[in-house]
């Protein structure tokens, strides 16, 4: 009787109308987040783009998607802070249904770069605000394990999108897509808004101020580290998964690798490692212990990844994709620890901001790998980028204080 006593007040927690939206939210987030990637290549070659091309036009428009983020991670980020984690929740995911239903009826690459760029826009907002709702609504106990389902539900989106794209045409693809999005804004009616924005409200506190970030150099510091914790978490998704099939190419894997697969093998191992970085997070009391296993894990895999899978089966290279994955799977507790640095006045800010300046990390990485390409090769300028932003995340980590168990009710003074 004691165990359930003990236990309910988490399952309570887990199952709360907070939790539960989120996760559905950031579920719909990451199935249209990671569309282009899983369509990249049948969609491009029906506008009439060869093979090169595809390549080329395919990391141009993923580019536009990330721009459209970095923008929206800013301007969703000041709306949770000014406005409400839950108004945020709701005009993103309309933003981005509108954006991916209107892709499924482009006939030029520059209406997909258009369209792309509002989807973009409008994802930007989701994970944030989610993730921000989570840990203001739940206590300091629990909101680890809250985030941790939040992104474990959320990122498995990524893996039911691939399964749609091997068996949809890619135009329907973004239709249901799209569809799923506005489904959601059903369930999101009764949800309530955190109390701790709604006192920051009443108590008057300066909110959603993004450039106070820069006028004080150490929150300025704390923002920057916070972003480069998270960068080597998209260089594998938006490199070396995305352009897996380029790859494995150039590595003579034995089988035919399509980016769609790879996304669902990397993604599941994501959905395992973003639950088993939360619970570690919680037995171990904290938050950057686990970035610093995690990101060693990944620095492992993509030795594998470049160095052990000349000539090996598209199974191997499928199971080193799933390993990419689970040890990308720090997301959640890389984000939960951007929220619990900063006050409620600024949290939905930071929250919102700093994963999509992650993702938008994508395009300097991007033209890195382009530029060094010609000299390099493909295989040395991805490696060349990859161990870059790993040594900057591990030190930027090490930089960063460690933020478990931190009471949130508290503001940031200008």
């Known amino acids: 009787m004691s165990v359930s006593k003990s236990q309910s007040p988490l399952l309570k927690a887990l199952f709360s109308p907070a939790v539960i939206v989120a996760s559905l939210g950031y579920f719909v987030d990451i199935f249209d987040l990671l569309l282009f990637s899983i369509v990249r290549r049948p969609s491009l070659a029906s506008l009439g783009l060869n093979e090169a091309e595809q390549v080329q036009k395919g990391l141009m428009l993923h580019n536009t998607q990330m721009i459209g983020m970095l923008f929206g991670g800013i301007i969703w980020g000041v709306l949770a802070d000014k406005k409400g984690r ?34 973009g826009l409008g994802l930007a907002g989701e994970l944030g605000a989610g993730i921000t709702l989570v840990a203001e609504t739940l206590s300091k106990e629990h909101r680890g394990y809250g985030t941790a389902l939040v992104a474990s539900i959320g990122v498995s989106g990524a893996v039911v999108g691939g399964l749609v794209g091997e068996f ?18 059903l369930l999101r009616v009764n949800t309530a808004e955190s109390l701790l924005f709604k006192n920051a409200k009443i108590h008057g506190s300066h909110k959603g101020n993004f450039l106070s970030l820069f006028k004080d150099w150490s929150k300025a510091q704390k923002f920057l580290k916070c972003i480069l914790i998270g960068v080597p978490i998209w260089f594998v998704i938006g490199t070396l998964i995305q352009l897996s099939p380029e790859f494995s190419k150039a590595l003579h894997v034995d089988g035919v690798i399509t980016a769609g697969r790879a996304v669902i093998f990397c993604y599941g191992g994501l959905v395992f490692g973003d639950l088993l970085s939360g619970l570690l997070s919680q037995y171990l009391k904290s938050r950057l212990r686990v970035v610093f296993i995690f990101l060693g894990g990944l620095a492992f895999f993509e030795c594998l990844y470049f160095f052990l899978t000349d000539g090996v089966s598209a199974a191997t290279f499928y199971f080193i994709c799933f390993g990419l994955g689970f040890f990308a799977g720090y997301w959640a507790v890389f984000v939960t620890l951007a929220a619990e640095q900063f006050g409620t006045n600024l949290r939905g800010t930071v929250a919102t901001s700093v994963p999509n300046f992650v993702r938008a990390s994508v395009v300097p990485m991007s033209l890195s790998f382009t530029a060094l390409k010609g000299n390099l090769g493909m295989l040395m300028a991805a490696q060349v980028v990859g161990v870059t932003v790993l040594l900057i995340a591990f030190f930027s980590a090490f930089l960063l204080e460690e933020s478990f168990g931190k009471d949130l009710g508290y503001y940031e003074i200008d």
């Open 86 to 119: 839950l108004s945020v929740l709701f005009g993103s995911i309309i933003l981005y249904s509108v954006g991916n239903i209107a892709n499924a009826f482009v006939h030029s690459v520059e209406a997909y770069a258009f369209w792309r760029f509002v989807a």
């Open 168 to 185: 949809f045409d890619w135009r329907v693809t973004y239709i249901i897509g799209g569809v799923l999005g506005f489904a959601l804004l």
